[in-house]
């Protein structure tokens, strides 16, 4: 059977996901960002996450050259962050208010929970690498903040 690529992404965008917004910096501090929805934990002890980069992304250089990044889980008020974090360009950044742990990858506040993470290993994936990272500090929200989520190509949040 021949797999069409519409056709591929349309079933895999039944797996409903949260969003995240990952960030990193370049060697002269700039912050780096993208938003992916491949993010997904791997390991309890030690506490290991990992997501998947697409080769043609801006940021590819940055992630795959940096010892850090964070993951930043979006809540359901900021799908305009998720957009605006899914194009390329520096000006992404313009007006976006953030906090820096221990590793300077940028924290976005207003989010689910927010995770440090060291580089473990980067592994290749078809066109994406998949990188590994060690959970070195977290933070999450109280229980009334709730996630944004993807289904199917578009935005959808938790019903009761
Ligand atoms: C819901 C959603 C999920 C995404 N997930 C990923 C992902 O997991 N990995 C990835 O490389 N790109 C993902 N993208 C695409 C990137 O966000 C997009 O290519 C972005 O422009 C990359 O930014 P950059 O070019 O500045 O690096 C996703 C986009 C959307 C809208």
């Not at 797999?3 to 917004?21: L, W």
């Not at 910096?25 to 997501?51: Q, R, Y």
């Not at 109280?142 to 996630?147: A, H, L, S, T």
Request: aromatic share 10%.
């Amino acid at each position: 059977m021949s797999i069409e690529p519409r056709d591929f992404r349309d079933t895999v965008g039944c797996f409903a996901t949260g969003i995240t917004i990952i960030t990193t910096v370049e060697p002269d501090g700039s912050p780096v960002g993208l938003t992916a929805n491949s993010f997904t934990s791997l390991s309890l002890d030690p506490p290991m996450v990992l997501f998947c980069l697409d080769y043609k992304v801006a940021s590819f250089d940055a992630f795959q050259a940096g010892a850090h990044f964070a993951v930043n889980i979006l809540s359901t008020g900021q799908q305009d962050l998720s957009n605006r974090f899914a194009k390329s360009g520096p000006e992404k950044w313009d007006g976006v208010a953030f906090d820096t742990w221990d590793t300077g990858s940028p924290i976005l506040p207003g989010c689910v929970a927010s995770m440090e993470c060291k580089v473990s290993t980067i592994n290749e994936g078809g066109d994406h690498v998949i990188i590994v990272g060690e959970v070195v500090r977290m933070e999450r929200a109280g229980g009334d903040v709730m996630p944004l989520l993807y289904f199917r190509g578009g935005y959808a949040s938790l019903s009761d």
